[in-house]
């Protein structure tokens, strides 16, 4: 059972990182980079890495927020992070990568806390949006002269350019695993949930107005009722209508309506 449940998350964990490349839904405009009083870069190896932090900051929060406290501590096996240390995990992540990137930690935090905390819904959004921002102003303090810089990240030598792409991987690994573990939960991502609500809005067929026809030589223009059937059938045929000299259109021969008046051909 417990090799199952793996495969099931490797599956959708695959399912997720194919989901960056080939999202969902697709935004109207770019996601937002606050930069909270610094100026950003508008272009450059920085400014879209900013933009990758804004679009998993954006998805690692909403999500977060979406599962339900007490799903926090679910894990689907021995040996495996929870729900919550991966959030957990995440948020430490930041402090350390950032730290590794030249900016430091604030003072007096605690890694250890922060996985300690991590059954806790409100600690762990609250320190996930926090480890965010941080690590937002750690990019925002390199500078593009430094892209080709030697760079040791995941235990790996590459550049400060090739840093952000390695990051940008490690965020999109941790989104799927945190998409399926909110799927095994029956917890439709948040904007997974407002894509199918939009499709099934523009799927919603229209009413159809009804279309008046008018009698061609009748000066109140009533519309037509077979004398005949008027008590059995609401709609007239056609036929009975072409012989008391109604005008009917030929593409709605069959959709004349009844009229709360008298009829004329009493």
């Keep these: 059972m417990r090799k199952l449940s793996l495969i099931f998350i490797a599956a959708v964990l695959a399912c997720g990182l194919a989901q960056r490349a080939f999202p969902q839904d697709k935004p109207a405009e770019k996601p937002a980079v606050a930069t909270q009083g610094s100026a950003g870069p508008s272009s450059g190896a ?97 500078s593009d002269a430094d892209m080709d810089k030697p760079q040791k990240m995941f235990n790996r030598q590459t550049t400060v350019r090739g840093a952000f792409v390695m990051i940008t991987g490690h965020f999109g690994e941790h989104l799927g695993q945190s998409i399926a573990y909110a799927r095994v939960n029956g917890i439709t991502p948040p904007w997974t949930e407002e894509t199918q609500q939009q499709q099934k809005a523009a799927e919603k067929p229209k009413p159809q107005s009804r279309t ?40 709605h021969e069959s959709n004349v309506e009844r009229f709360d008046g008298a009829s004329p051909f009493r």
Excluded: W
């Design 212 to 251: 008046a026809f008018p009698l061609g030589h009748h000066a109140e223009r009533k519309l037509f009722v077979c004398p005949l059937r008027r008590d059995t059938n609401p709609v007239a045929p056609a036929h009975c209508a072409r012989r008391h000299g109604a005008t009917i259109r030929p593409s």
């Design 46 to 142: 920085r400014a879209e890495f900013l933009e990758e932090i804004a679009y998993y900051e954006q998805r690692y929060t909403r999500l977060a927020e979406a599962i339900p406290a007490d799903k926090y501590a679910f894990r689907p096996g021995d040996g495996v992070r929870s729900i919550g240390e991966v959030y957990a995990h995440i948020s430490a992540a930041n402090y350390g990568i950032a730290s590794a990137l030249g900016t430091q930690p604030p003072a007096g935090l605690d890694f250890k806390a922060i996985m300690a905390a991590s059954a806790d819904k409100a600690k762990v959004t609250q320190v996930l949006k926090e480890s965010f921002a941080h690590f937002r102003q750690a990019s925002l303090a390199i």
